[in-house]
Structure formats: structure tokens, C-alpha cells
Nanobody, 126 residues
Framework: QVQLVESGGGLVQAGGSLRLSCAASGSMFSRHAMAWFRQAPGKEREFVAS???????DYADSVRGRFSISRDNDKKQVYLQMSNLRTEDTAVYSC????????????????????WGQGTQVTVSS
């Protein structure tokens, strides 16, 4: 079991930056692939970024080059550095985890992640 708590959301102007954090509790954090998803009002939840156990990353096209995902296994944290934010980035951002083999392929499907945080609101104003 992994419990996840996000922080770092807030209100920022377009072009600004924010860093989201996701703190995990429970055992074997290092054996979990981690991901960030977001859900805007009236829209379905969408994949943002993921990071594998060995640090490989994957990004949605809409955020590639602007967002960066990282993890610190000693601190049991995963981060999402967001730069050059746009109004369309406004959403509730949620952290997710899945226990995987070291060589497991990365996935963008939210149903592949059984553990979720409660989310943190990011609002980008024009």
C-alpha cells in the first residue's frame, strides 16, 4: 500500500512556474512507477508525465519541453516542475503510483495506477 499526498499547487500567471510535490508513505516506494495526471473542469482526467523505477520519463505532447518529472527515492517524493505555464494548464493535478517490475513498460493509462493522491489545484491566469 502506498499513500500519496500532493502539495505545491496555487495561482500563477501565464508564463510562470510552479513545482508540485508528491509525498509517499508506505513501503517500497522505489519499486513503484510514478505519474502525474490532471483534470480540468468538465474534462476527463489526462496523463501529464510519468517516471519509471530507473528514472526514465514520459511526457504528454502538450507539456513536453515545459514540464519535468523527477523522483527522490530516499525522500519518497516525486516532483513535477512546471515552467512557461499556460491558462490551459489549469487543472487539479494528481499523483499516482503503480508497483512494477524494473523492466516494466511505461504506461499512460490511469487505470494502470491503483494508488492516487487527493490532488492539488493549479490555476494559471492570463
Amino acid at each position: 500500500q502506498v499513500q500519496l499526498v500532493e502539495s505545491g499547487g496555487g495561482l500563477v500567471q501565464a508564463g510562470g512556474s510552479l513545482r508540485l510535490s508528491c509525498a509517499a508513505s508506505g513501503s517500497m516506494f522505489s519499486r513503484h512507477a510514478m505519474a502525474w495526471f490532471r483534470q480540468a473542469p468538465g474534462k476527463e482526467r489526462e496523463f501529464v508525465a510519468s517516471i519509471s523505477r530507473n528514472g526514465n520519463s514520459d511526457y504528454a505532447d502538450s507539456v513536453r519541453g515545459r514540464f519535468s518529472i523527477s523522483r527522490d527515492n530516499d525522500k519518497k517524493q516525486v516532483y513535477l516542475q512546471m515552467s512557461n505555464l499556460r491558462t490551459e494548464d489549469t487543472a487539479v493535478y494528481s499523483c499516482a503510483a503503480r508497483h512494477t517490475r524494473l523492466s516494466a513498460p511505461m504506461t499512460r493509462a490511469n487505470h494502470d495506477y491503483p494508488y492516487w493522491g487527493q490532488g492539488t489545484q493549479v490555476t494559471v491566469s492570463s
